[in-house]
């Protein structure tokens, strides 16, 4: 039982470069969420999944995109990286939203040139 | 507005000394829950705690121990002999009721975090 799994764990892009971070839970769990991390601010919420199929904006949405193709899977897309795109971002899964524990992946760190 | 406040940016103590966390959070709802994470250099988030707002009970789990008040909206931790292994940056989160507003679906609100620093 892996829990949360993401890919890469480090990448380097530069300005304007495109990529994508796979997220992966065995869980079985219906809600899916991306985070990001950076420094003194806590973590804030980019885009959350309430389902597969579904998608939904967080709090810091702008420049990101994501998937939930399949139950298991939470893809967060950069189209097109910005240096204020730097930072470490965090998946997270939970059993459903009201309250439940969301526990999270090892995180990927992002630098943006 | 900030939910969640961590006044502490950063606690140092020497190991075998108590630290406690100081978590303030801001709320309309009856229904709620608060979170601790333990972030340790490797960073990865770990889950510590998890209480709902009907349970005031203070909890203990080995040398953590909780202290939730509702009437002064705190949620603080305390390390007891704190060791090496507990220097890391924890987080207090909350998760509001459905109920209240347009973008209250249950979120995870972090705060800022604590860097606790345990030296020999």
């Known amino acids: 039982n892996a829990g949360v799994t993401q890919t890469p764990k480090f990448r380097v892009l530069k300005t304007g470069q495109s990529m994508t971070l796979l997220c992966a839970q065995d869980?079985?769990?219906?809600?899916m969420y991306w985070y990001r991390q950076d420094p003194g601010m806590g973590l804030r919420l980019i885009h959350y999944s309430v389902g597969e199929g579904t998608t939904a904006k967080g709090e810091v949405p702008d420049g990101y995109n994501v998937s939930r193709l399949k139950k298991q899977n939470f893809l967060l897309g950069l189209e097109s990286a910005a240096p204020s795109q730097t930072s470490v971002y965090f998946c997270a899964s939970s059993y459903s939203i009201r309250g439940e524990t969301q526990y999270f992946g090892p995180g990927t760190r992002l630098l943006v040139l | 507005a900030q939910k969640v406040t961590q006044a502490q940016t950063e606690i140092s103590v020497v190991e075998k000394e108590d630290v406690t966390l100081d978590c303030v959070y801001e709320?309309?709802?009856?229904?709620?829950?608060l979170f601790w994470y333990k972030q340790p250099p490797s960073g990865e988030l770990v889950f510590l705690i998890r209480r709902n707002s009907f349970d005031e009970q203070n909890e203990i789990s080995g040398r953590y121990s909780w202290n939730f008040q509702k009437s002064t909206s705190s949620f603080n931790f305390t390390i007891t002999a704190s060791q090496v292994v507990d220097s890391a940056v924890y987080f207090c989160?909350?998760?509001?009721?459905?109920?209240?507003?347009?973008?209250?679906?249950?979120?995870?609100?972090f705060g800022a975090g604590t860097q606790v620093v345990v030296t020999p």
């Open positions: 989160a909350l998760s509001e009721s459905l109920a209240m507003t347009t973008d209250s679906w249950g979120k995870l609100q």
């Open positions: 869980m079985n769990h219906e809600y």
């Open positions: 709320t309309r709802d009856t229904t709620y829950y």
